[in-house]
């Protein structure tokens, strides 16, 4: 009971919710760039939150079903085909054995979930089943998917077929709102830098990944150089000498010693996830009770809007 991959698109990963509490060890979270998209997905088939999808980059994935059961795909607009009909992103899709799935390209964002019923079977590595290429752990073997690989999923043959309506999806654009919790070192950069740094404009590199998104704009200096290598959290913007901010993300070491301006707001640095290079990114500061403010309202909200359902 399985889905064989026919072609594995230009990044494809199976992600969990992440691994947890396994920096001691050296070992990232991984996990879903884009949480919202991946907690939908799971929603709309009402997995578990924590179940195991495939997270594609940019597109270009082609599977075959070799089980009855349903899928739903989410996040960046990449046309999703079975058996060459046109289908919905956002809703819940009933395949059968045999059946041809297609995934395109994306026309705006980057990443999109494909999840099934009742999620993926992967075996958890470190507690966790997301895939870590840089780490070799996780998913299969530690990699992305290849051709011929067998994703094994359960029958399923009974699910209800929710959507989430049009207004309530995400809009991804070019540009983007990035809002800064101010960290320690903050005080390095003297007033004039901060100025600089939350007033101007910044565009994504090429140079992208899971790991980091690199920065291009007005370089960004403080009054050290370099500081003991410390735990990093989830959005840290390092600047390294070059003074080019670096947002780290879910693939991230977990030390480093360059200095922090701050931290990106989880829901903004995912949200960023989406950004192609090329896209703009500008910088807010916050407070500490704002960006908590924020995070409760995105839980209650956000993450909990009505699902409708096909008749």
Known sequence: MSMR?????????????????????????????????????????????????????????????????????????????????????????????????????????????????????????FGSTATVVRENIGGLQGRSLQTGDQLPCPTTNARKQYYLAARDRPRYQKTLTVRVIPGYQQGHFNRVEQRRFFGSTYTISERCDRMGYRLEGPAITCDIEGVLSEGICFGAIQLPPDGQPI???????????????????????????QLVPGSSVHFAPITHHTARKALELARRFTLCKPLQERR
């Open 5 to 125: 991959v026919v072609q594995p698109g230009m990044l494809s990963l199976l992600q969990d919710s992440g691994r947890q509490g396994q920096h001691r060890l050296g070992l990232s979270n991984g996990g879903p760039m884009d949480r919202e998209a991946f907690h939908y997905c799971n929603r709309l088939l009402q997995n578990s939150p924590a179940s195991t999808a495939i997270e594609i980059s940019v597109g270009g994935l082609q599977l075959e079903t070799l089980v009855d059961t349903y899928i739903c795909l989410t996040g960046a607009p990449m046309p999703l085909s079975i058996n060459g009909q046109d289908k919905p992103l956002w809703e819940v899709q009933r395949v059968c054995a045999g059946d041809s799935i297609q995934v395109g390209f994306a026309r705006t964002g980057c990443r999109s979930y494909f999840g099934v019923a009742d999620g993926f079977t992967i075996e958890a590595r």
């Open 247 to 273: 947002v780290l993300l879910n693939d991230r070491q977990t030390i480093g010693g360059y200095p922090k301006i701050g931290a990106a707001l989880s829901l903004d640095a995912a949200r960023m996830t």
